[in-house]
């Protein structure tokens, strides 16, 4: 059983910071990429940063400069911290990882519950 959990999120004003986590927990072999998506109303579901378990990262262009994806291996954790923030940065942010487990199976993508970074003006 593999489980992701995420946390981090809240209530923001615009130019402020916030620094979400998400750990990968359970039977697991190894982790490879991990990947922060969004979600804001109405709007469809975005990538937002990702990373190699090298640490090659990638980012959405409307982030770039203002978000910093990193993580952990020894902990299975990402983070992203988030500075900068806009009101457009409000959604729902979604971990995931692509994961293979202590019995050899996958790679398959595991998600996490969201969490959801509202920014006010």
């Known amino acids: 059983q593999v489980r992701l959990v995420e946390s981090g999120g809240g209530l923001e004003q615009v130019g402020g910071s916030l620094r979400l986590s998400c750990t990968a927990s359970?039977?697991?072999?190894?982790?490879?990429?991990m990947t922060w998506y969004r979600k804001a109303p109405e709007k469809e579901r975005e990538m937002v940063a990702a990373?190699?378990?090298?640490?090659?990262?990638n980012y959405v262009d409307s982030v770039k400069g203002r978000f910093t994806i990193s993580r952990d291996n020894a902990k299975n954790t990402t983070y992203l911290q988030m500075n900068s923030l806009r009101p457009e940065d409000t959604a729902v942010y979604y971990c995931?990882?692509?994961?293979?487990?202590?019995?050899?199976?996958?790679?398959?993508?595991?998600w996490g519950q969201g969490t959801q970074v509202t920014v006010s003006s």
């Open positions: 359970g039977s697991i072999l190894s982790v490879s990429y």
């Open positions: 995931n990882a692509r994961i293979i487990s202590s019995a050899g199976l996958g790679p398959y993508d595991y």
């Open positions: 990373i190699s378990s090298s640490g090659n990262a």
